[in-house]
């Protein structure tokens, strides 16, 4: 690692990223009564890729609550930054574009530079956000990225609804193994292996929200 990636590596703070946040915090905790469960599955360095399941705008920023020392980057749908002040919001906290309709190479690059840098990447594998609850089936764009980049993917499941005063459940749930797909290179059947175990750990994190 470079001297510059080295210093990348460490956790950093931008002002508008930190006080968003911090206003954030306070929101989930008093009024979402959200609280957090598996945070130790968090990897304490270095660089990794958390996914989630999609049902808010909020979730981007739950998401980041999972761990508060280091600053997440994450893709966003490209018509979030046609308005050129919204582009320059999203990118001083951290947001790239991506156009969800299509193989994003631009995106894949920004993302794979993200983590090359030592930094975290935040992805929403369904690419858009479920209306009904339900999972929707997840994209393969997102296990291209995991088995290209190989760093622990942590998957994050989000129990409950954003209504005041209404309990929230948080899991985050260990690695999702990938170290024996990429032996062989990345290929569809792995990107497909590899989707399916995402599922799974998704769908067991869901089943475990249902005993807090």
């Given at each position: 690692?470079?001297?510059?990636?080295?210093?990348?590596?460490?956790?950093?703070?931008?002002?508008?990223?930190?006080?968003?946040?911090?206003?954030?915090v306070?929101?989930?905790?008093?009024?979402?009564?959200?609280?957090?469960?598996?945070?130790?599955?968090?990897?304490?360095?270095?660089?990794?890729?958390?996914?989630?399941?999609?049902?808010?705008?909020?979730?981007?920023?739950?998401?980041?609550?999972?761990?508060?020392?280091?600053e997440?980057?994450?893709?966003?749908?490209?018509?979030?930054?046609?308005?050129?002040?919204?582009?320059?919001?999203?990118?001083?906290?951290?947001?790239?574009?991506?156009d969800?309709?299509?193989?994003?190479?631009?995106?894949?690059?920004?993302?794979?530079?993200?983590?090359?840098?030592?930094?975290?990447?935040?992805i929403?594998?369904?690419?858009?956000?479920?209306?009904?609850?339900?999972?929707l089936?997840?994209?393969?764009?997102?296990?291209?990225?995991?088995?290209?980049?190989?760093?622990?993917?942590?998957?994050?499941?989000?129990?409950?609804?954003?209504?005041?005063?209404?309990?929230?459940?948080?899991?985050?749930?260990?690695?999702v193994?990938?170290?024996?797909?990429?032996?062989?290179?990345v290929?569809?059947?792995?990107?497909?292996?590899?989707?399916?175990?995402?599922?799974?750990?998704?769908?067991?994190?869901?089943?475990?929200?249902?005993?807090?």
């Amino acid at each position: 690692m470079s001297k510059d990636a080295q210093a990348m590596a460490k956790p950093r703070h931008t002002f508008l990223y930190s006080f968003v946040m911090a206003l954030y915090v306070v929101l989930a905790k008093l009024v979402f009564f959200m609280r957090f469960y598996g945070r130790e599955n968090i990897p304490r360095d270095g660089n990794y890729i958390i996914m989630a399941n999609h049902v808010c705008m909020l979730d981007a920023l739950t998401l980041a609550m999972c761990n508060l020392r280091r600053e997440i980057h994450f893709m966003g749908k490209k018509e979030l930054f046609n308005n050129k002040f919204m582009a320059w919001v999203w990118t001083q906290v951290h947001a790239f574009p991506v156009d969800r309709g299509n193989m994003d190479m631009g995106a894949m690059r920004t993302a794979m530079k993200v983590l090359k840098e030592g930094e975290t990447l935040g992805i929403f594998p369904e690419g858009t956000r479920s209306r009904t609850g339900e999972m929707l089936p997840l994209l393969s764009g997102a296990s291209v990225l995991a088995l290209r980049s190989g760093v622990p993917v942590i998957p994050v499941y989000i129990a409950g609804k954003y209504r005041p005063f209404r309990r929230m459940r948080i899991m985050v749930g260990p690695a999702v193994e990938l170290a024996d797909l990429r032996q062989n290179g990345v290929d569809k059947d792995a990107c497909d292996v590899f989707t399916h175990r995402l599922e799974a750990s998704f769908a067991q994190l869901r089943a475990q929200s249902e005993n807090f």
